[in-house]
């Protein structure tokens, strides 16, 4: 099956700075999404990418789906403490972009981010 | 806004028991994805269902069953239970296969 290969496997940064995180696959996705998880809460939908080469930003998120339809990027500016939790990069194999059916995402390991004060 | 629901949050269960967890979508969607997500794992696809038909399988054991209701709710049956079971299951939802889908809040199941 698809596997997606996410990294930092976690951060620790100071409140302010920027974060990076990426997802990298050896398969095409047609839809990759990024996610939040708080412990024992559900993943919340941060921003969804549809369409390669595809550039999105969601306040001080900002996130790319990748020209090879194989990776992305989520980009968080200037950190705050609520930002801390799990993010989660997840692809789907048929989406919106290809008409299919209703695939299950494929997540990867998650990035723990912690903030320092 | 309405989200997804999810009951119970919580459910211990023994081994070899049965457990039912129920899943309402949000209004208006028709797709309902069932995920399991094991302690500091991410959460693994199980199964889904579009306009209460089958659509996808993941790694669901063949000891679990779920099905998609005509009011579009779903619930995932669980039987025989192993200690391996014990996890936290999301439903999502999504208005169509593909659009952008979005989860509930879990339910636990603990078996002891």
């Known amino acids: 099956g698809q596997q997606l290969n996410q990294s930092p496997q976690s951060m620790f940064i100071q409140e302010g700075e920027d974060v990076s995180m990426n997802c990298t696959s050896s398969?095409?996705?047609?839809?990759w999404l990024w996610y939040k998880q708080d412990p024992g809460e559900g993943p919340v939908l941060l921003i969804a990418l549809y369409k390669a080469g595809e550039l999105t930003s969601n306040g001080r998120l900002t996130a790319q789906f990748g020209i090879t339809r194989k990776d992305s990027f989520l980009n968080i500016s200037a950190s705050i403490p609520s930002d801390v939790g799990i993010y989660f990069c997840?692809?789907?194999?048929?989406?919106?972009?290809?008409?299919?059916?209703?695939?299950?995402?494929?997540f990867g390991k998650g990035t723990h981010l912690i903030i320092q004060p | 806004a309405a989200g997804v629901i999810q009951s119970p949050r919580h459910l211990i269960k023994e081994k070899r028991e049965t457990a039912t967890l129920k899943c309402y979508p949000i209004p208006r969607h028709d797709t309902v994805y069932w995920y399991q997500q094991g302690p500091g794992q991410d959460p693994q696809f199980l199964i889904s269902?579009?306009?209460?038909?089958?659509?996808d399988k993941g790694s669901i054991p063949d000891r679990f069953s779920a099905q998609q209701f005509s009011d579009y709710h779903s619930e995932l049956n669980m039987s025989s239970l192993e200690l391996g079971d014990s996890a936290l299951y999301f439903c999502?939802?999504?208005?169509?296969?593909?659009?952008?889908?979005?989860f509930g809040e879990g339910s636990w199941l603990t078996v002891v």
């Open positions: 269902f579009y306009e209460k038909m089958q659509s």
């Open positions: 997840a692809g789907q194999l048929e989406g919106r972009s290809s008409g299919g059916g209703a695939d299950g995402l494929t």
């Open positions: 999502a939802s999504s208005r169509d296969p593909g659009n952008t889908i979005y």
């Open positions: 398969s095409i996705f047609n839809t």
